[in-house]
């Protein structure tokens, strides 16, 4: 599976969009870009997943550039309560072992 | 409530001790995943099983075991067991259609915090 390229942390005001991004030069045609995100020592909860079209439902907008090199995870109003770690996976369209990295913390501030 | 059910939600146990980590999948889904996450190696796949067969391995110990039972819930057994054994266990599940759409949404319970002293 593609690797992918996360920044550490980042921060953004509550009810404004936060845009998380993730770069992943490597996938290949057949690799789906998933999004997880892991609040404080609660299980990972699925967020949203695309192959090249941009993606939208309840939780998130998933955003995947043309050459399909990078992506972006769109929480449109964020809260406090998605203050999380969010992980990138790009995974092939087969059952695999997903493998969580170190994803990215967002803070979401009053 | 993800519909995944792991039990118990805490354990404390000695080092040398075993212990077995219980879980239900979400009614449906046929497909039970074990994760390991401690402080300093993040989120690691240890094993899955698909309708009561193994059908991945990550970097599970061989002091380790699995199993998924006929009626699809499955037990981790964790034996011989170290200090840094201490770990966030998670258990996920998925339907795990095989191939294409939606092949890797899983549905993870709230964990089982071990605690080896």
């Known amino acids: 599976d593609a690797k992918t390229t996360q920044p550490t942390s980042m921060d953004c005001a509550e009810g404004r969009a936060a845009n998380l991004p993730c770069n992943h030069s490597?996938?290949?045609?057949?690799?789906?870009v998933y999004w997880y995100r892991q609040i404080h020592s609660q299980g990972p909860q699925y967020i949203i997943h695309g192959l090249k079209n941009n993606e939208t439902n309840e939780m998130a907008s998933l955003i995947i550039t043309e050459d399909r090199k990078s992506s972006t995870l769109i929480l449109p109003h964020a809260t406090l309560r998605d203050t999380a770690v969010y992980y990138c996976?790009?995974?092939?369209?087969?059952?695999?072992?997903?493998?969580f990295g170190k994803g990215i913390t967002l803070s979401v501030r009053p | 409530d993800s519909g995944v059910t792991q039990t118990p939600k805490h354990l404390i146990t000695a080092t040398g001790q075993r212990v077995t980590l219980r879980c239900s999948p979400r009614s449906g889904d046929l497909s039970v995943y074990w994760y390991q996450q401690s402080l300093d190696q993040g989120l690691q796949f240890l094993i899955q099983?698909?309708?009561?067969?193994?059908?991945a391995k990550g970097n599970i110990l061989e002091r380790f075991s699995a199993q998924q039972f006929p009626d699809l819930h499955s037990e981790l057994n964790l034996s011989s067991l170290e200090l840094g054994d201490s770990a966030l266990y998670f258990c996920?599940?998925?339907?795990?259609?095989?191939?294409?759409?939606?092949?890797?949404?899983?549905?993870f319970g709230a964990g089982s915090r071990l605690t080896v002293l």
């Open positions: 996920a599940s998925s339907v795990a259609s095989w191939l294409g759409e939606g092949a890797n949404v899983l549905t």
């Open positions: 490597t996938i290949s045609g057949n690799e789906y």
């Open positions: 099983y698909y309708n009561g067969e193994e059908r």
């Open positions: 996976i790009v995974v092939t369209g087969a059952n695999s072992k997903l493998t």
